[in-house]
T-cell receptor, first 116, second 110 residues
Framework: DTEVTQTPKHLVMGMTNKKSLKCEQH?????MYWYKQKAKKPPELMFV???????INESVPSRFSPECPNSSLLNLHLHALQPEDSALYLC???????????????FGPGTRLTVL | GQNIDQPTEMTATEGAIVQINCTYQ??????LFWYQQHAGEAPTFLSY????GLEEKGRFSSFLSRSKGYSYLLLKELQMKDSASYLC???????????FGAGTRLAVHP
């Protein structure tokens, strides 16, 4: 299984809603990532989890709250979002948090989020 | 600062060869990835370079010069399905942090 899955594929929410994005991989990877991608822009790193611990937070607003319940799962909890948060949210995983050709990041298909 | 430059758009003809350049200035360097991304889909891995030189994988090759802060992706025997965005990404710092260039949108026409 060389796949990263994400649910839901699409999400529409109001500014007062609370929702969660889910990501799962069964490749035994120990590093997982959240990216935000706006239209016609590259992915921007939000968070990195290494061995289920938060290693990098790229100064993301607290209305985004990541969680890594175990080595296969990564969640992104959303609360009080703004319309400008509408984007494609990509999850990725890699074998380990270090560099190297064996450490390519595998991306999930993303969740397209619209905030009304 | 961190800066990765790629051309915004390129066009090419089916069956031809195209070279997509990437120049970078980053505070650290632990390798460079090329990813392909079709519209509305996830990026998929194409190549990785950490040492100077050329890496070849079928129709795709990638070159790196660390001293010049320069890489290119070479696509041969272009097919219509190669129409996509090509993202250059530098591994900078710890935790496999990827810094992406803005991407090059390639349009392949008959």
């Amino acid at each position: 299984d060389t796949e990263v899955t994400q649910t839901p594929k699409h999400l529409v929410m109001g500014m007062t809603n609370k929702k969660s994005l889910k990501c799962e991989q069964h490749m035994g990877h120990r590093a997982m990532y959240w990216y935000k991608q706006k239209a016609k822009k590259p992915p921007e790193l939000m968070f990195v989890y290494s061995y289920e611990k938060l290693s990098i937070n790229e100064s993301v607003p607290s209305r985004f709250s990541p969680e890594c319940p175990n080595s296969s799962l990564l969640n992104l909890h959303l609360h009080a979002l703004q319309p400008e948060d509408s984007a494609l949210y990509l999850c990725a995983s890699s074998q380990a948090p270090g560099g190297g050709s064996y450490n390519e990041q595998f991306f999930g298909p993303g969740t397209r989020l619209t905030v009304l | 600062g961190q800066n990765i430059d790629q051309p915004t758009e390129m066009t090419a003809t089916e069956g031809a060869i195209v070279q997509i350049n990437c120049t970078y200035q980053t505070s650290g360097f632990n390798g460079l990835f090329w990813y392909q991304q079709h519209a509305g889909e996830a990026p998929t891995f194409l190549s990785y370079n950490v040492l100077d030189g050329l890496e070849e994988k079928g129709r795709f090759s990638s070159f790196l010069s660390r001293s010049k802060g320069y890489s290119y992706l070479l696509l041969k025997e272009l097919q219509m399905k190669d129409s996509a965005s090509y993202l250059c990404a530098v591994v900078s710092g710890g935790y496999n942090k990827l810094i992406f260039g803005a991407g090059t949108r390639l349009a392949v026409h008959p």
